[in-house]
């Protein structure tokens, strides 16, 4: 498992511009200081801010004595974990695995810091969902192994819809006419929540229309945020917060949460991942809320975009990256590791007999309706191409801070789209980039 230096595509070599030079056999510190423990085992050291990644390891280390694995807990990636692996990539001193979320793999490809493992994961491909495997593979090659999966879903209130005779909208322009419908059940109540201070959703449902905002030719990337599926995505909900059919504020929130229980919002829009949220938040309204596949919109086929999910990439620099990958493939694909997920969440395993496991175990009394499962399923499978830039994390603060002015009318969303068009551009040639503008084909 040589580290790889070279790149299938120029402009992904040429990300790498303005990062620190990176080269092999830097001096080793916390992430490489010792290859073996007391017991001899092959010691791994792991960084990451996952849920229950304690629980996982501890399951790994006590069923085997040849490779022990120490976990070290950082922040969030955009509460500072990817600033803290990036400074230490840049200072020879990463540790072996590194925590990746799809959306940062290209920034953190860009600094040089993981190792190619294409060969090594070869044999798991047929496993994954063929969004999870493309996740992971932005050049066509492999960078890192993928943990969960995160794709984007339509959750309601089933018994409001049922006792008002609403329908579940499969559509947008169906949504909008729900919007309506609820609000004139109940005026104080609203189908959901358009959180503008959340750069990820708004990627996530501008995936769903089917205009990527980065793409490669040759060696300069394309940069597309102002595309007519966002603008069309924009404009829409901008129509909606006009007429006050749907909130703006934050979700998550403790006023989220009330407005969840209370029925003053009717359905949620957010990730699988959503589905933790409310049986943790509001476990009290079992036997409410049911789960659907994301509207979509007329033009083209059924797609939904996603919000998150993980992935975990080895060192270039580690000493220990057999041991490292032995992990890895016992974190992703053993069976063992849903059942421990399901002691704390309700996981979404990228590989997909592990999500078989998931799926007869996670207990299912919570949501009426559809088999939750089932419609993730299918949600997952409705997850079109995608390729995040190498500003990524970056926009979706820039997202934040774009869209902050549209509750006070200051702006719109498709004004502040097209500031984001400009802000993209401009962040990556600042780099040194080649980039060209243009319109998604």
């Known amino acids: ?18 990062a620190a030079a990176f080269t092999a056999g830097g001096v080793g510190l916390a992430g490489c200081a010792s290859s073996t423990t007391g017991s001899g085992a092959t010691r791994v050291t792991l960084w990451s801010w996952m849920t229950g990644m304690d629980q996982y390891v501890a399951a790994f280390n006590a069923a085997q004595d040849e490779v022990h694995v120490e976990l070290s807990v950082i922040a969030a990636g955009l509460s500072g974990g990817y600033a803290q692996q990036t400074n230490a990539i840049k200072a020879h001193n990463a540790p072996d695995i590194l925590h990746v979320e799809y959306q940062g793999l290209i920034q953190v490809l860009a600094t040089g810091g993981l190792r190619e493992i294409t060969e090594d994961v070869a044999d798991l491909a047929d496993g994954y969902s063929p969004a999870a495997w493309r996740a992971v ?4 090659r492999t960078w890192a192994v993928p943990m969960d999966m995160a794709p984007m879903a339509l959750y309601y209130r089933k018994d409001l819809f049922d006792e008002h005779g609403l329908e579940v909208p499969r559509d947008w322009p169906e949504f909008a006419t729900v919007a309506e419908q609820v609000r004139e059940a109940d005026a104080a109540a609203r189908l959901t929540t358009f959180p503008l201070n959340d750069g990820s959703f708004f990627a996530g449902m501008a995936w769903g229309a089917g205009d990527p905002w980065w793409r490669v030719e040759g060696d300069t990337w394309v940069v597309d945020v102002a595309g007519a599926g966002t603008l069309r995505t924009a404009a829409y909900w901008q129509d909606l917060l006009d007429a006050d059919l749907v909130a703006g ?3 998550g929130t403790q006023d989220w949460i009330a407005a969840i229980h209370q029925g003053r919002l009717w359905g949620y829009l957010g990730a699988s991942w959503g589905v933790g949220t409310l049986k943790k938040s509001i476990p009290d309204d079992a036997g409410r809320w049911a789960v659907a596949t994301m509207p979509t919109w007329p033009q083209g086929p059924p797609a939904n975009g996603m919000q998150g999910g993980t992935a975990f990439g080895i060192s270039a620099e580690s000493n220990v990256p057999e041991a490292a990958l032995t992990f890895l493939r016992w974190l992703s694909t053993d069976p063992e ?15 997909l007999p592990n999500r078989d496991i998931a799926r007869e175990i996670v207990p299912d009394d919570y949501f009426l309706g559809d088999p939750v499962y089932d419609t993730l399923d299918e949600a997952d499978a409705r997850v079109p191409e995608w390729t995040w830039g190498p500003n990524a994390l970056g926009l979706f603060s820039s997202v934040a801070d774009a869209l902050g002015g549209v509750s006070s009318g200051a702006t719109t969303l498709p004004d502040a789209v097209h500031s984001l068009q400009t802000t993209a551009v401009n962040t990556m040639r600042d780099r040194g980039l080649a980039v060209r503008e243009g319109s998604a084909e």
């Open 137 to 140: 593979r932005p050049d066509g």
């Open 1 to 18: 498992m040589a580290p790889h230096t070279g790149w299938s595509r120029r402009a992904l070599l040429r990300s790498a511009a303005g």
């Open 249 to 251: 504020g934050g979700t």
């Open 337 to 351: 590791v849903p059942r421990i997920g399901a002691t704390f969440t309700s996981p979404f395993p990228a590989y």
